[in-house]
T-cell receptor, first 111, second 113 residues
Framework: NAGVTQTPKFRVLKTGQSMTLLCAQD?????MYWYRQDPGMGLRLIHY???????AKGEVPDGYNVSRLKKQNFLLGLESAAPSQTSVYFC??????????FGDGTRLSIL | GQQVMQIPQYQHVQEGEDFTTYCNSS?????IQWYKQRPGGHPVFLIQ?????EVKKQKRLTFQFGEAKKNSSLHITATQTTDVGTYFC?????????????FGTGTRLKVLA
């Protein structure tokens, strides 16, 4: 099993460009999450999903959109990238009352 | 909204010394999880605490959940170089459901050989 797979692993964008980060899990988990990690800030929840077709806002949702059209995939979109969105993005999935399984992360730089 | 603070932010110890990190929530937690992240890696689950006053041990690691379920601690006895990394707590509130976790700011541990 691959677990949680994030693509791409690295990306450099220019301000104003758009892109989509893909998270795929093969564990049939109901819950999926997108976090961003900045130095000294820990992990901050951007958006999450409690099942296929559902999404909800986390702590820092502004500037991001998400979709969960298929249970195994959770997409994070940046419509108009800003330098403040330079970060490491982690996706995670879990089942009820179980620990979160994290992907390897996407390192995103916005110039 | 719910906030989870961790102290200290950094800790440097000599190999063999003990280490403790503390996690404090602004609200009562339903449960708390602890994760370890190695440099350049992703968070890896260590343990989950659910009951008030719960204490769990994993070899040299001891985890505690406070009586009021608003704080927790992780203690490592006789640190080793393999303990290097950042330790995060993650709590879920009693009103936010058990699926939405707020992470603490983390404690970065450096072990000097």
């Amino acid at each position: 099993n691959a677990g949680v797979t994030q693509t791409p692993k690295f990306r450099v964008l220019k301000t104003g460009q758009s892109m989509t980060l893909l998270c795929a899990q093969d564990m049939n988990h109901e819950y999926m999450y997108w976090y961003r990690q900045d130095p000294g800030m820990g992990l901050r929840l951007i958006h999450y999903s409690v099942g296929e077709g559902t999404t909800a806002k986390g702590e820092v949702p502004d500037g991001y959109n998400v979709s969960r059209l298929k249970k195994q995939n959770f997409l994070l979109g940046l419509e108009s990238a800003a330098p403040s969105q330079t970060s490491v993005y982690f996706c995670a999935s879990k089942e009820y009352n179980q620990p979160q399984h994290f992907g390897d992360g996407t390192r995103l730089s916005i110039l | 909204g719910q906030q989870v603070m961790q102290i200290p932010q950094y800790q440097h110890v000599q190999e063999g010394e003990d280490f403790t990190t503390y996690c404090n929530s602004s609200t009562t937690l339903s449960n708390i999880q602890w994760y370890k992240q190695r440099p350049g890696g992703h968070p890896v689950f260590l343990i989950q605490l659910v009951k008030s006053g719960e204490v769990k041990k994993q070899k040299r690691l001891t985890f505690q959940f406070g009586e009021a379920k608003k704080n927790s601690s992780l203690h490592i006895t006789a640190t080793q170089t393999t303990d290097v990394g950042t330790y995060f707590c993650a709590g879920t509130g009693t009103t936010s459901g058990t699926y939405k976790y707020i992470f603490g700011t983390g404690t970065r541990l450096k072990v000097l050989a």
